[in-house]
């Protein structure tokens, strides 16, 4: 059992392993500057690298687990985020925060972000248009995937980026 645990352990963080801080991409900072103004800087921070699973595309789900161990940068939401996020994490019906998802070719989708505390490890959630994403975006289990996140006049967004072998 331990041998199997093991692989287990090496496939989750394959994708996630790496928490060094990549530039953030040209398209997101063009993106953030014509959100934003020229003026503002870059507030991009990573949040993971995730080699997606079965439970990330299945439908039945519509949620992108993101794992607090795995994330690189932990403080990517503003106070009035963590505030009610924290205040959620007790609630059975949760309400989260919305978010939007971007892509890099420009389609935004509307997210909602939860905290779930899942087997006794706490997860970040994307939920409430993760099934639209999915579809759109024809994400499949193995892909791997990028996420940063930005804000933008008070409102958070993600920046989806789907990997390619060369970007691992």
């Known amino acids: 059992m331990e041998q199997r645990q093991s692989k287990k352990a090496k496939r989750n963080t394959k994708a996630s392993s790496s928490k060094t801080r990549e530039p953030t991409p040209g398209w997101l900072i063009r993106l953030m500057r014509r959100k934003n103004g020229r003026e503002h800087e870059d507030n991009s921070k990573k949040i993971i690298d995730k080699e997606l699973t079965a439970t990330d595309v299945h439908p039945n789900n519509n949620r992108l687990s993101i794992p607090l161990s795995n994330i690189v940068e932990l403080e990517f ?18 309400e989260g925060v919305d978010a939007i998802l971007v892509t890099s070719d420009l389609r935004e989708f509307p997210v909602n972000l939860r905290l779930w505390d899942m087997r006794g490890s706490l997860q970040y959630n994307l939920v409430t ?40």
């Open 129 to 168: 248009g993760w099934n639209q994403v999915v579809e759109d975006c024809r994400l499949k289990k193995k892909r791997n995937i990028r996420l940063w996140s930005f804000h933008s006049n008070d409102k958070l967004y993600f920046a989806l980026v789907p990997l390619s072998v060369s970007d691992q």
């Open 77 to 94: 939401l503003n106070h009035e985020e963590k505030r009610a996020i924290e205040e959620d994490a007790n609630k059975v019906n949760k």
